[in-house]
């Protein structure tokens, strides 16, 4: 069952709606026992980071996901803010994040090759994925994804990358470090190209250790 | 590559879709979840829904209408209408919306966009301006309440203003313009595009999806949104609900874009 955290933040029934629509079963989970049966979990986000952090340290859910990501290795799927607050740390805020990933946030007006173009980075945006990543794969052309975001993601470790979109520069639209996996766009909004994706992220197998 | 957006505009009055000319006289146009559900299978960019009564009647934003409309919508979606605190803010944002849209608020209590920015993100902030141009001058003012009051506000004050006080994205609404179907402001499109650092998307005019183009072509990587070219069809303005498909709209800026 792939379950949705419902923190406060986020477009959690756009999620169990598409599941729907797929045919995989799919669930909100509210408090931390909701999550006991969870193969696959969804961290959605929209907001700011500290707002995220504040929710999710409060959601009473933040042990139980770290004992299912961090010990179960049940595949976990990060979207926009739930991506960013994979990462250590984030310029938009003075929290910690989850550190799940040896990454940080940074600002796109921070940034010499962006910081001539508007922020928030807004709209459609091609995405180049890593060959044979299986979150991406099935895409006949180079999929496009909904992006709305005014920090990125920046990788410590390269090898993490699963896919780069370009706004002045390349940045990290995509990351994948073993069950862990973020992605930037916003792919329950995102048509076609969102629903594939989804549909890879129900099909990745969750390798127990 | 980043594309230009390509955004339906779409007006709620008493819980159904109307289109406006010139802000005055409305068209039923029919059920807003029905909308949502024809522009999900014709794959549009973005959606924006703006209830015109709220803010005028001093409403609450309809959230059952706004949960309805979120979790039905397949594509990134943006509310206005009667959002004037914080709460109302994160409530919504909370229900899955991307983008709340904030006009009337902006003028009566600009620090409540500061407020609403820091707690949301600046990236689901929209400031919505409706403007109309004084007689014969490139001099636009600012109104609020659906067109009847003048603030008097110029309108790169405000886009100054809004920008500082944390607005993610700026939609200038031509008051001449709307229902008109003649065309942008190609004009007031470039210099505000051109003042601002924060994406930008122009409403009013449209008519043809050359009008898009046009605007694509003077102003670079921008938002193009419309409400009467994708709700009428033909020169009796028929209602049927229409957009372009992908592979037209990629074919769209081929030139433009180079």
Redesign the interface.
């Known amino acids: 069952m792939i379950h949705v955290v419902d923190y406060?933040?986020?477009?959690?029934?756009?999620f169990l709606?598409?599941y729907k629509r797929l045919g995989y079963p799919a669930t909100r989970a509210k408090v931390a026992s909701d999550l006991e049966n969870a193969s696959k979990i969804i961290l959605p986000g929209?907001?700011?980071f500290d707002?995220a952090m504040k929710l999710l340290n409060t959601s009473g859910m933040r042990p139980m996901l770290e004992k299912l990501v961090l010990g179960n290795k049940v595949p976990i799927l990060g979207v926009c803010?739930g991506m960013q607050i994979l990462a250590n740390s984030s310029d938009?805020g003075s929290l910690a994040g989850l550190g799940w990933l040896d990454a940080r946030v940074l600002a796109f007006s921070k940034n010499e090759k962006a910081q001539s173009l508007?922020?928030?980075?807004?709209?459609?945006?091609?995405c180049s994925p890593k060959l044979g990543h299986p979150l991406f794969s099935g895409f006949k052309a180079e999929p496009?994804f909904?992006f709305?975001?005014?920090y990125y993601f920046k990788c410590e470790k390269n090898e993490d990358i699963s896919a780069t979109a370009?706004?002045g520069m390349n940045f990290c639209s995509a990351v994948s470090r073993n069950n862990i996996h973020g992605v930037q766009f916003?792919p329950?909004?995102?048509?076609?190209f969102?629903e594939r994706l989804l549909k890879n992220f129900a099909e990745i197998p969750h390798v127990a250790t | 590559m980043l594309r230009p957006r390509i955004i339906p505009c779409l007006l709620v009055h008493k819980g159904a879709l109307i289109k406006t000319v010139g802000f005055g006289a409305s068209k039923y146009i029919g059920d807003p979840i029905n909308a949502v559900k024809i522009f999900n299978e014709k794959g549009a960019d973005e959606l924006m829904v703006l209830d015109i009564d709220a803010s005028v009647n001093g409403d609450d934003p309809d959230f059952a209408l706004i949960s309805n409309l979120a979790s039905e919508c397949r594509m990134p979606l943006c509310y206005g209408g009667g959002i004037k605190n914080v709460e109302q803010a994160k409530r919504i944002i909370g229900l899955g919306v991307e983008k709340i849209a904030i006009s009337s608020a902006f003028i009566d209590s600009p620090s409540i966009v500061a407020e609403i920015s820091n707690e949301i993100g600046r990236q689901s902030v929209v400031i919505v301006l409706d403007v109309k141009k004084r007689n014969s001058e490139i001099q636009y003012d600012v109104f609020i309440k659906n067109g009847q009051v003048n603030t008097g506000l110029n309108v790169f004050q405000a886009v100054n203003d809004a920008q500082k006080l944390g607005a993610g994205e700026l939609i200038i609404n031509s008051i001449d313009r709307d229902g008109s179907m003649n065309g942008y402001d190609l004009i007031l499109a470039k210099m505000i595009k051109e003042a601002s650092s924060v994406p930008v998307t122009i409403l009013g005019g449209a008519g043809k999806l050359e009008h898009i183009q046009d605007l694509v072509r003077s102003c670079g990587i921008i938002g193009a949104s419309a409400g009467s070219l994708f709700v009428f069809k033909g020169i009796y303005k028929a209602v049927l609900i229409n957009y372009p498909t992908l592979i037209k709209r990629d074919a769209m800026f081929i030139n433009e874009l180079g």
């Open positions: 406060g933040l986020g477009n959690v029934e756009a709606n598409l929209v907001g700011s707002y803010v938009e508007p922020v928030p980075h807004m709209g459609w945006n091609h496009s909904y709305l975001h005014s370009n706004y916003h329950e909004k995102s048509h076609d969102g």
